[in-house]
């Protein structure tokens, strides 16, 4: 008796397990609305911010790294509050956060830290239009890394869009020798246009990795608990060259003596505002790739490179000249094939799911015409042998 009740929580266990992998992923297309809206402010702000911080006199790369990770304490609000203020949920934070799952997120963390730096590097010698432009490199690369680590499935749609993004990538390259600011030599700009491939990259490498990981997670808000373990690691790689650099010293000197718009800007807007942006944009893009997949989320990033360098041009007026125009439109032209694609893989499961349900039906009553029919011979049977009793 023992044994069966034992067996019976065991698979009550399982049965909640597997229903807190499924849920978040179906529970809801608002998550995935809002995730997506989050995602669009946090990359476009954090964009534009990043580059307000070199324009008006910035020009440490390790603090322009650090801040891109710094907000991760703001995260604990969306770990700690729904269970214990808005009692929203049952599962108590970090329960089932294995070692497993805290080494990867260190490891990932630091990858991420690394590749904020090579961020900033890219960030701080060109204009936002071209970096934004630039980062759509990494797709192809998420696509590849994808099909290896996760076993992504290439179709029409994805691979059509990864053509047409690192299309608009290769001809801003063929056009970047008229697009260098006045003023810097053509070593950094290059240097800055490495940086940025590099720093796509690593990105390319980082969606996939999440997701395999993520396969091992029970729901969003253990997601946002590894995403706060990553920010966290990235955070204390950019500490630790700050240290190095005296970068702590040198943001109170920018501060007060170098940045054009005042120490209360500064502080405000150049550092707390970059914060909270690129914590919204990171946390964001790890909600994308848990309800989704990594390339959806690369996709979908690389379709904001378009408001991106809209955004650099109507702030600071980056050059907007027929090689943009042309990159911008294969932007939105490739992230549309795959909206469309998704549109129409999901109108034809939805047939498909209702011609199984028919099916079903059909069969059932089939099922039940059988067994009427049944019922009405044997019924004829036995009149038959009464009467034949009778006679």
């Known amino acids: 008796m023992s044994d069966g009740r034992v067996n019976a929580d065991q698979q009550e266990e399982g049965e909640e397990q597997q229903n807190l992998v499924k849920a978040p992923v179906k529970r809801s297309l608002g998550l995935l609305i809002t995730t997506y809206g989050c995602l669009f ?83 701080s010698y060109l204009p936002v239009s071209t970096s934004s432009l630039l980062l759509s490199t990494q797709l192809i690369f998420t696509l590849i890394l994808s ?13 059509n869009c990864v053509v047409l993004l690192t299309l608009s990538s290769v001809l801003l390259a063929l056009g970047s020798s008229q697009d260098k ?19 796509g990259l690593l990105f390319a490498l980082y969606l996939p990795v999440t997701e395999r990981v993520y396969r091992s997670v029970y729901c969003y808000a253990m997601v946002m608990e590894m995403q706060l373990v990553m920010e966290f690691s990235a955070t204390v790689f950019a500490t630790i060259g700050m240290a190095f650099d005296g970068g702590f010293k040198e943001m109170v000197k920018e501060a007060n003596q170098v940045f054009t718009k005042g120490p209360t800007v500064y502080w405000t807007v150049a550092i707390f505002a970059n914060v909270v942006t690129w914590q919204l944009c990171f946390a964001a893009t790890s909600g ?13 990033m690389t379709a904001l490179l378009a408001m991106n360098v809209i955004g650099g041009v109507v702030v600071y007026g980056d050059a907007f000249g027929g090689v943009k125009i042309v990159s911008t439109v294969l932007c939105i032209w490739g992230f549309s094939s795959y909206v469309y694609g998704i549109y129409v893989k999901m109108k034809k499961d939805e047939k498909n799911e209702k011609e199984e349900e028919e099916k079903g039906h059909s069969g059932m009553k089939t099922v039940e015409d059988g067994g009427e029919m049944e019922v009405e011979m044997g019924k004829v049977k036995d009149d038959v042998a009464a009467a034949d009793e009778r006679v």
Do not use: D, E
């Open 288 to 300: 994308m790739v848990y309800l989704t997949s990594g390339i959806t989320g690369g996709i979908c």
């Open 147 to 159: 099909v290896i680590i996760v076993k992504q499935k290439v179709t029409f749609s994805n691979l």
């Open 181 to 199: 600011p006045a003023g810097l030599t053509k070593t950094k700009y290059f240097i800055g246009f490495l940086s940025t491939i590099g720093a």
């Open 41 to 123: 402010v946090g990359s476009i702000a954090s964009s534009l911010l990043a580059k307000y911080y070199f324009v008006h006199g910035g020009s440490s790369r390790w603090v322009s790294t650090w801040v891109q990770s710094a907000g991760f304490p703001l995260l604990l609000g969306l770990i700690y509050f729904p269970h214990f203020v808005f009692k929203t949920t049952k599962r108590r934070p970090f329960t089932r956060f294995t070692h497993r799952h805290l080494l990867f997120s260190v490891v990932i963390g630091l990858i991420l830290g690394f590749n904020n730096f090579l961020f900033s590097w890219g960030t």
